[in-house]
């Protein structure tokens, strides 16, 4: 039995304006904890549907310090990961956030 592939789905829908500017310009270090997070969003496939995850990751530390799982991929699911790592870390004044464009 033959197996038909998925049709392509589109998961990004860029805007017209250009973003916020780039503040890590590809210089994913940092030199204290807190003071440059940066995030992405992926999704899973489910026998139900599609399931985003949204992860914000320590640039210091390499470690995930936040995320957030939802049914759709708008803003609310990289604001809720930005505010999981914000109420469990320590976060530097002036800290950088950085996520690719098209990013909610």
């Known amino acids: 039995m033959a197996v038909k592939s998925r049709p392509f789905r589109a998961t990004t829908l860029h805007g017209d304006d250009a973003g916020a500017a780039d503040l ?7 030199t204290a ?4 997070l940066v995030s992405d969003i ?3 496939h489910t026998w139900a549907g599609f399931a985003y995850r949204a992860t914000v990751i320590d640039c210091y530390s390499r470690a995930v310090i936040g995320w957030a799982v939802a049914e759709h991929m708008r803003t609310g699911l990289v604001i809720d990961a930005l505010a999981m790592a914000r109420r469990n870390h320590t976060l530097a004044p002036g800290c950088i956030f950085h996520s690719v ?3 909610q």
């Open 24 to 30: 890590v310009g590809r210089d994913f270090t940092a």
């Open 33 to 36: 904890p807190g003071a440059r």
């Open 42 to 44: 992926t999704y899973i």
């Open 101 to 103: 464009r098209g990013t």
